[in-house]
């Protein structure tokens, strides 16, 4: 099993920036892709962004494309999702997710653990 943890969430005004955190523990040994995800109160659930834990690429969801950045330390086996000029619609329940497949899955049901969120809450 592997468990992950986020923190980092608030709320903040619209260009402000949040980094969140999302630590892994327990069978990390296990992990190939780490996820971002966001829920928003009425909306299904939306891929943000993806790494690979070993390789480090990475895949984003358009509406973040050059806004966010997802990282690792794979020593500190922590994940980041670093969001800079940040929108109101931003805000969300951001997840982190991690699977033992290699591919930057785009549907949640890929991934094999879940994180149990942190909120983001953008203001004008």
């Known amino acids: 099993q592997v468990q992950l943890v986020e923190s980092g969430g608030g709320q903040v005004q619209a260009g402000d920036s949040l980094r969140l955190s999302c630590a892994a523990s327990g069978r990390t040994a296990s992990i190939i892709t780490m996820g971002w995800f966001r829920q928003a109160p009425g909306k299904e659930r939306e891929f943000v962004a993806a790494i690979s834990w070993r390789g480090g690429t990475t895949s984003y969801a358009d509406s973040v494309k050059g806004r966010f950045t997802i990282s690792r330390d794979n020593f500190k086996n922590t994940v980041y999702l670093q969001m800079n000029s940040l929108k109101p619609e931003d805000t969300a329940l951001y997840s982190c997710?991690?699977?033992?497949?290699?591919?930057?899955?785009?549907?949640?049901?890929?991934?094999?653990?879940w994180g149990q969120g942190t909120q983001v809450t953008v203001s004008t």
């Open positions: 997710a991690a699977r033992r497949g290699s591919y930057h899955a785009m549907n949640g049901d890929a991934y094999d653990y």
